[in-house]
């Protein structure tokens, strides 16, 4: 019986154990942490107070900056006179591009006009579409109704996820993809 009895008390003496091991772990705070921190808390400006738990708690050095950091204000000078390579920009947010990069680029067209220079049908149906401009356009559906004559004026916008419409005088549209 005497066997058992320790047994119902062995969680207790782990816990006991983890406990005393867990404040010896660094990054724990101690009584003696809680105290530095209650003072600076009691503190009324906040600079005072900032400058306070700074020194109290100072931060470990780093190896390296994080990637997400903003750019030091040296190198922001020297952005401002040079636009951010795409190479440099590759793989940010929108939010990180446009805090290394000084002037945004402009909105891309929301669509083009131009004058139909030649019409050809493709084996597959498709219309090769060139235009004034040496643009050549593919359609990638085919609609009967689309019918296009050389000279014919065209508009050709964005349309959802990346893609374009075609739009004839007739004001039929068809969706198309830019081959040159």
């Not at 040296?74 to 290394?100: H, M, N």
């Not at 019918?147 to 419409?165: E, H, K, M, N, Y």
């Not at 549209?173 to 040159?180: D, G, I, M």
């Amino acid at each position: 019986m005497g066997h058992t009895v320790r047994l119902a008390h062995l969680p207790l003496a782990l816990a006991a154990v983890f406990i005393s091991l867990g404040s010896m772990v660094p990054g724990r705070t101690s009584a003696a942490d809680q105290s530095k921190g209650a003072q600076c808390a009691a503190l009324d400006d906040p600079a005072a107070r900032l400058a306070c738990f700074d020194a109290a708690f100072p931060r470990p050095p780093r190896a390296a900056p994080p990637h997400t950091m903003p750019p030091n204000p040296a190198k922001a000078a020297v952005a401002t006179e040079e636009p951010a390579s795409d190479a440099r920009k590759f793989g940010l947010s929108d939010a990180q591009k446009d805090a290394i990069d000084p002037k945004p680029a402009p909105p891309p067209l929301a669509a083009t006009t131009a004058a139909v220079k030649t019409v050809r049908q493709l084996p597959s149906g498709y219309l090769l579409i060139g235009l004034d401009n040496d643009q050549v356009w593919q359609q990638t559906e085919i609609d009967p109704n689309v019918r296009l004559q050389p000279g014919d004026r065209v508009t050709i916008r964005r349309a959802s996820l990346g893609s374009f419409l075609l739009v004839t005088p007739a004001h039929f549209s068809t969706r198309v993809r830019r081959l040159q």
